[in-house]
């Protein structure tokens, strides 16, 4: 697709505002950026433009979110209730991992905080201090949000929590071709226009090498002043006409494919406020509860794991009938070693892509985005704006790939691909982090962290990784009143929980509330 132009040459136009935005390739990526845009840039002349083709599919298997996505939407002027009436949406207050650790290995990653830090110190030092006496209570008893996925219970937080017991977040599992859809309508009410066609090529200027147009396959041509790849792993802009290279992390990652199924959902059987994910023996399955269907998966190393067996070991696993025949998605984790070059951003898949686990596919699309309106560019599309924005992107990708790695080196299972993760060499930003917890309990906090210190905490203790010294604040505290104290934190979560209704009551209250809302705007 890298075509030169055959018009002639245009001198620059130098701090010449945008005019033209042109996104290629609809789906979530797609729409999240025409609609967030079309947003920001309501009162500037800027024209945008959706080109995708109802011919080409989208992976659409990312029906489970983290709290930021409750963030983006609040922006467009978007309830929760209006989200989640319209995708089909259940609540997600974290993630449940079964058999990472070993066979009856079960623990929950909340969206929240544990216990209460005292004095500068760390609660985690607390209550692994209060362990010692062989104080059996779990991590989990002292967060609210895990407390309240682990009973099936929902309650939203509140706006001013009288103590970080109180405080904890969720997010959303829903469908996400139906939230695409409903952030097309926002952005063409919004001005944006959309052109279904396939496009043929994407030639270059030959002064500059930026990206000149859009040529369909109609022999329409789409000009534009900014192009955003939004077209998947296909990376149309960003990898076939602007050749940007793309960095492999398999040897840190080794899944590299997936099988993707949907079921109907057990009719007796509520749907619980978390996402499900079990070890197998060469990486994980996934299940994620929504109002209508139920979404199942299957992640897998292609070289620990044929085809046939990994259909089998999803397809025998499956709670409800299926609706659908599984589809195999490959993947090769890593990032293209720019996310912006010349007049083209790339976000989502085409930027780059880990892999499913802990759900932070579209939390990248929704931090490119800001990172995009934070950094709008003009037309001489300065440099340093670039490099910028190429920075953050880098180190918030390193970051997250760090996070995930974490979770397969530190397994505690025994098959072959497991001793294998276990034994492989990571980057050193995670080992730096890994080691400061095992010598002293601390956390390393670095710029562009998608997940806070709660989170780390969160795999560390649900694969059992407890530091070697803990802070010496707590080792000489009374014995009565540390067990005082801890307790009365649990009791206080524990009664939280009680008073919470069913997450199933939640959400049927949303769809009462919704639906009285519908009769009265009509009337």
């Not at 409750?70 to 609540?91: I, K, N, P, W």
């Not at 609706?323 to 790339?346: E, H, M, Y």
């Not at 300065?382 to 910028?388: N, S």
């Not at 530091?467 to 979560?493: I, K, N, Y």
Request: hydrophobic share 40%; charged share 25%; proline share 6%.
């Amino acid at each position: 697709m890298n075509i030169p132009s055959d018009e002639p040459p245009q001198a620059p136009d130098h701090g010449a505002a945008i005019r033209k935005v042109v996104i290629v390739g609809g789906g979530t990526a797609g729409w999240m950026a025409a609609a967030a845009l079309a947003r920001h840039l309501a009162s500037a002349d800027v024209a945008i433009t959706v080109v995708e083709s109802t011919e080409i599919g989208t992976i659409g298997v990312g029906e489970a979110t983290i709290p930021t996505i409750r963030r983006f939407y609040a922006q467009l002027g978007l309830t929760d209730a209006d989200v989640m009436s319209e995708t089909q949406a259940t609540c997600k207050l974290g993630i449940r991992f079964e058999g990472w650790g070993g066979p009856q290995s079960d623990f929950i990653h909340p969206f929240g905080l544990y216990g209460q830090d005292l004095n500068g110190v760390g609660f985690h030092h607390y209550w692994m201090k209060q362990a010692e006496t062989g104080d059996a209570t779990p991590l989990s008893a002292y967060s609210l949000g895990a407390s309240l996925a682990l009973a099936d219970k929902f309650v939203e937080p509140s706006p001013n929590p009288s103590s970080s017991l109180s405080v904890f977040d969720w997010a959303l599992h829903f469908d996400a071709a139906l939230f695409a859809r409903r952030l097309r309508r926002y952005a063409e009410a919004s001005g944006v226009r959309r052109i279904d066609a396939r496009i043929a090529a994407a030639p270059l200027r030959p002064q500059d090498g930026f990206i000149d147009r859009l040529v369909l396959e109609d022999g329409r041509e789409i000009a534009g002043d900014l192009f955003i790849d939004c077209s998947g792993f296909r990376a149309l802009l960003i990898g076939d006409a602007l050749g940007t290279p793309y960095e492999d992390w398999g040897d840190w990652l080794a899944c590299d494919a997936a099988y993707a199924v949907q079921t109907e959902n057990a009719p007796d059987r509520p749907a619980p406020p978390y996402t499900r994910v079990t070890a197998h023996k060469a990486g994980w399955r996934w299940r994620i509860p929504l109002r209508h269907r139920t979404g199942n998966g299957l992640v897998f190393s292609s070289a620990h794991m044929s085809d046939d067996e990994a259909q089998d070991a999803l397809m025998t696993t499956l709670d409800g009938r299926p609706l659908t025949a599984p589809r195999r998605i490959d993947f090769r984790p890593g990032r293209r070693r720019q996310a912006w070059v010349k007049n083209c951003v790339a976000l989502g898949l085409s930027a780059g892509f880990l892999e499913p686990l802990e759900s932070t596919s579209i939390a990248l699309i929704e931090n490119g985005i800001e990172r995009l309106k934070a950094l709008f560019p003009d037309r001489d599309f300065a440099p340093t704006v670039l490099d910028e924005f190429n920075n953050q992107s880098a180190r918030e990708m390193e970051r997250t790939r760090d996070f995930i790695i974490l979770h397969y080196w530190l397994n505690g299972r025994d098959e072959a691909f497991w001793r294998e993760r276990r034994e492989a060499a990571v980057p050193d930003t995670l080992r730096r982090k890994v080691d400061l917890w095992k010598a002293r309990g601390a956390f390393v906090r670095y710029r562009w962290e998608m997940f806070h210190p709660a989170s780390w905490l969160a795999i560390y203790d649900g694969l059992d990784l407890r530091p070697e010294r803990l802070d010496p604040a707590v080792q000489g505290l009374d014995p009565v009143q540390l067990q005082q104290g801890l307790w009365g934190m649990r009791d206080a979560v524990a009664d939280m929980v009680t008073r919470a209704s069913g997450h199933d009551a939640f959400l049927a209250r949303v769809t009462q509330e919704t639906r009285l809302r519908g009769i009265s705007n009509a009337s």
